[in-house]
């Protein structure tokens, strides 16, 4: 009679060999959900530590000027339509000009075609002032663009003003002439009557 086998521990046996497998599975998942959240929390702290981007102001040609003149400057970025005509001058010059300042401080000049004259002459003034001066560069970069929009290129329509109607002048009233008053007679002088003597009753005839 064959000996009888104890299924309980054939079957304990059993388990307790693949039990290591599914150990080693659970730590492999567990360990890369760790490595995953750490790698989380490491690039959310970077972006904390990384200093908030500046918000640009508005300014004009002349403001720009005088920061190139007191060494406030350090880049003038241009942005322009890559498939614009210079023959034509059809969307051609740079429409978006921002100054970053060495204090890493920006600023945008006034934006579109209309304005182009502003970018214009700060560019002058800093090539000159590159040219002329032992003092630290400035760079310019152009970068070209095919998606910029449209409101950049559109030159808005002046609006015709009203030609005054004019007005008559009224005709210059005539002065009427002074009339000559008939001059007044002359008041006539009193005529004097010469007084008649009078006779005396006492005297008698001469003889």
């Known amino acids: 009679m064959p000996p009888e086998t104890d299924s309980t521990v054939s079957t304990t046996s059993g388990n307790e060999g693949g039990r290591p497998l599914a150990v080693y599975g659970v730590l492999v998942v567990g360990v890369a959900t760790l490595l995953i959240l750490l790698a989380v929390i490491y690039f959310s702290s970077g972006d904390r530590d990384r200093p908030d981007q500046p918000t640009c102001i508005n300014m004009t040609s ?16 241009l942005n322009y339509d890559a498939m614009g005509d210079p023959t034509s001058g059809e969307r051609y010059g740079p429409v978006l000009a921002k100054v970053d300042f060495v204090d890493g401080q920006c600023g945008n000049l006034p934006q579109g075609i209309e304005n182009l004259g502003q970018v214009y002459e700060l ?33 808005p329509t ?41 006779s005396s009753p006492d005297a008698s005839p001469a003889s």
């Not at 002349?62 to 406030?72: G, H, K, L, M, S």
């Not at 009233?173 to 008053?181: F, I, L, M, V």
Request: aromatic content about 6%; overall charge negative.
């Open 62 to 77: 002349t403001e720009a000027i005088d920061a190139v003149y007191n060494d406030r400057v350090a880049t003038l970025t």
């Open 123 to 155: 560019i002058g003034v800093i090539q000159f002032f590159n040219e002329t001066t032992e003092r630290s560069r400035i760079e310019i970069r152009n970068e070209g663009s095919e998606t910029l929009a449209e409101s950049l290129y559109f030159t």
């Open 158 to 198: 002046a609006i015709p003003t009203e030609t005054p109607i004019a007005t008559e002048t009224p005709l210059p009233t005539e002065t009427p002439a002074a009339t000559e008053e008939p001059p007044l007679d002359p008041t006539p002088e009193p005529t004097t009557v010469p007084a008649t003597p009078e």
